[in-house]
């Protein structure tokens, strides 16, 4: 079965520090799809960036890039110049083409210190 | 254009009560999923559903189901309430093709005491 971790509950960084929130994934699959969704204080998720695993290009959002490491299976988020509002929980999610069904890890509570 | 939005926000049941929960996709999305988020198990996926079909479930028992209407309207039921059912329902819709990006609706808070 496919697993999504992320072994990091909680993070802090400096305002305008960068920071990096981790997450590894299992699947025996070659064709899926990652992602990298925010949830704020107010809850409602959003997503912040996706990888198409066939891809070896790794996905830039602004301030938001994504590690794609598919043979170590890790998918890690680095938040660069971290402002007070990327305070939020992160979590990191996979979905296999096909199945419309996507699973997600535990999150990261990322806490951002003026 | 209109976000996700689920009914009601808030819930208190008592235990072996049932409830129902709702959810409007964004306008033009064919796709509904349903998620049960509790402190510490992060996102749970209970199904999905697409053009009035499901198309894949989570391994939840058969106390939750759900179904979709002709505009794309969801619903999910819950029977015979326990406290671990106590939790925030999420929705998400899409245009139900991979990789589309799912929005989420603010969640509806169930409480089971």
């Known amino acids: 079965a496919q697993t999504v971790t992320q072994s990091q509950p909680e993070m802090s960084v400096q305002e305008a520090e960068t920071v990096t929130l981790s997450c590894t994934y299992d699947t025996s699959e070659s064709d899926y799809y990652l992602f990298w969704y925010k949830q704020p204080p107010s809850r409602q998720m959003i997503l912040v960036i996706r990888?198409?695993?066939?891809?070896?290009q790794n996905a830039t959002e602004n301030r938001f890039s994504v590690n794609f490491q598919k043979a170590a299976k890790s998918f890690s988020l680095k938040i660069s110049d971290s402002q007070l509002g990327d305070a939020a929980m992160y979590f990191c999610a996979y979905g296999t083409s096909g199945t419309y069904k996507y699973i997600f890890g535990t999150g990261t509570r990322l806490k951002v210190l003026a | 254009k209109a976000g996700v939005t689920q009914t009601p926000r808030y819930l208190i049941k008592t235990r072996g009560q049932q409830v129902t929960l709702s959810c409007s996709p964004i306008?033009?999305?064919?796709?509904v999923s349903w998620y049960q988020q509790t402190p510490g198990q992060g996102l749970q996926f209970l199904f999905e559903y697409f053009s009035e079909t499901q198309r894949n479930k989570g391994n939840f028992p058969g106390r939750f189901s759900g179904r979709q209407f002709s505009n794309s309207r969801s619903e999910m039921n819950v029977s015979t309430l326990e406290l671990g059912d106590s939790a925030l329902y999420l929705c998400a819709s899409s245009f139900g093709h991979d990789l589309y990006e799912q929005y989420f609706g603010p969640g509806t808070r169930l409480t089971v005491t």
């Open positions: 306008s033009g999305h064919r796709s």
């Open positions: 990888q198409e695993a066939y891809k070896q």
